[in-house]
């Protein structure tokens, strides 16, 4: 067991990190019911790093960073844009077919270099295995300040999440605060696919959140839960990996969804043993 915490720290360090970034902005995304925005931010930065690769910048460098950014930051703007009022065509099909455009994009460029299909997967699961200390303290400064501008900001941005009509009615700007949530948002998930790759962000994001909201309706109760998920998930997924020698981004995911199964089963047998 010392082993394993000696060897693997800086991977479960950086989940922790994730989760506690990941599950409050996924309580948003469900709210909003915009499931795949981090698919589709993930897979456009994704494809910004591509980009910089086939102009000849190394995938890991700082420049494939700023690249992935700009990016995320046009998809983003184009998310804040798309959310109106009354919607003619849900914001979840727009996002869906830039998810699919950018994917299919990202895999039509790599297809002409010669790793091509290696970093396919790399974008996929990432390596965080790999993880460095300079790359740890970085996420937790930034995303510590990302962290605080919406803990100031929160009833602002909980309200346009969970009463957008109400905030419409109070003369809110929804549409510049989207741009705010979306660019935020943003910044953190070019920040994490840079590190852990696209499912594992939208794990992160999605099933811990999603998994609170089965046990709890408030936010405080929904944030406590999903934040223990992420970190009960993030240990047995890497240490599964690590004791039966599985690719480390793959196995988290896996027992993400696993749990969430789990306590799926649970909600639905509570109310039964209740009754007995």
Same mark, same amino acid.
């Given at each position: 067991?010392?082993?394993?915490?000696? +060897?693997?720290?800086?991977?479960? #360090?950086?989940?922790?990190?994730?989760?506690?970034?990941?599950?409050? +902005?996924? /309580?948003?995304?469900?709210?909003?019911?915009?499931?795949? /925005?981090?698919?589709?931010? %993930?897979?456009? *930065? *994704?494809?910004?790093?591509? $980009?910089?690769?086939?102009?000849?910048?190394?995938? !890991?460098?700082? %420049?494939?960073?700023?690249?992935?950014?700009?990016?995320?930051?046009?998809?983003?703007?184009?998310?804040? +844009?798309?959310?109106?009022?009354?919607?003619?065509?849900?914001?979840?099909?727009?996002?869906?077919?830039?998810?699919?455009?950018?994917? *299919?994009? %990202?895999?039509?460029?790599?297809?002409?270099?010669?790793? &091509?299909?290696?970093?396919?997967?790399?974008?996929?699961? &990432?390596?965080?295995?790999?993880?460095?200390?300079?790359?740890?303290? *970085?996420?937790?400064?930034?995303?510590?300040?990302?962290?605080?501008? !919406?803990?100031?900001?929160? =009833?602002?941005?909980? @309200?346009?999440?969970? =009463?957008?009509?109400?905030?419409?009615? =109070?003369?809110?700007?929804?549409?510049?605060?989207?741009?705010?949530?979306?660019?935020?948002?943003?910044?953190?998930?070019?920040?994490?696919? !840079?590190?852990?790759?696209?499912?594992? /962000?939208?794990?992160? @994001?999605?099933?811990?959140? #999603?998994?609170?909201? $089965?046990?709890?309706? =408030?936010?405080?109760?929904?944030?406590?839960?999903?934040?223990?998920?992420?970190?009960?998930?993030?240990?047995?997924?890497?240490?599964?990996?690590?004791?039966?020698? $599985?690719?480390?981004?793959?196995?988290?995911?896996? /027992?993400?969804?696993?749990?969430?199964? $789990?306590?799926?089963?649970?909600?639905?047998?509570?109310?039964?043993?209740?009754?007995?």
């Amino acid at each position: 067991m010392s082993d394993f915490f000696l +060897l693997m720290w800086k991977p479960l #360090v950086a989940c922790f990190i994730l989760t506690g970034i990941h599950t409050y +902005l996924g /309580v948003h995304v469900v709210e909003r019911k915009v499931i795949f /925005v981090d698919l589709a931010l %993930a897979q456009i *930065a *994704a494809l910004g790093a591509v $980009l910089a690769f086939m102009f000849g910048f190394s995938l !890991h460098g700082a %420049a494939t960073y700023w690249f992935s950014l700009g990016a995320t930051f046009i998809g983003a703007i184009i998310f804040s +844009l798309t959310r109106t009022r009354r919607e003619k065509i849900p914001q979840e099909a727009i996002i869906g077919i830039v998810y699919a455009v950018t994917a *299919a994009a %990202a895999v039509l460029i790599l297809s002409r270099a010669a790793e &091509g299909d290696e970093e396919i997967r790399h974008m996929l699961v &990432g390596n965080i295995l790999l993880v460095g200390l300079n790359e740890i303290m *970085a996420m937790a400064i930034l995303y510590g300040i990302v962290g605080l501008f !919406h803990w100031y900001f929160r =009833k602002t941005f909980f @309200l346009i999440s969970t =009463k957008p009509e109400e905030a419409y009615q =109070k003369g809110i700007k929804v549409r510049w605060w989207d741009s705010l949530f979306y660019l935020t948002f943003g910044l953190v998930v070019t920040s994490s696919v !840079h590190i852990a790759g696209v499912l594992i /962000v939208f794990s992160f @994001l999605i099933i811990p959140a #999603v998994g609170a909201i $089965l046990f709890s309706d =408030k936010i405080s109760g929904r944030l406590f839960l999903g934040w223990s998920f992420g970190i009960l998930a993030s240990l047995a997924g890497i240490g599964f990996s690590y004791y039966f020698d $599985l690719p480390t981004g793959a196995t988290v995911v896996c /027992v993400f969804g696993g749990l969430l199964i $789990l306590l799926a089963l649970i909600r639905t047998l509570l109310p039964k043993l209740s009754k007995q």
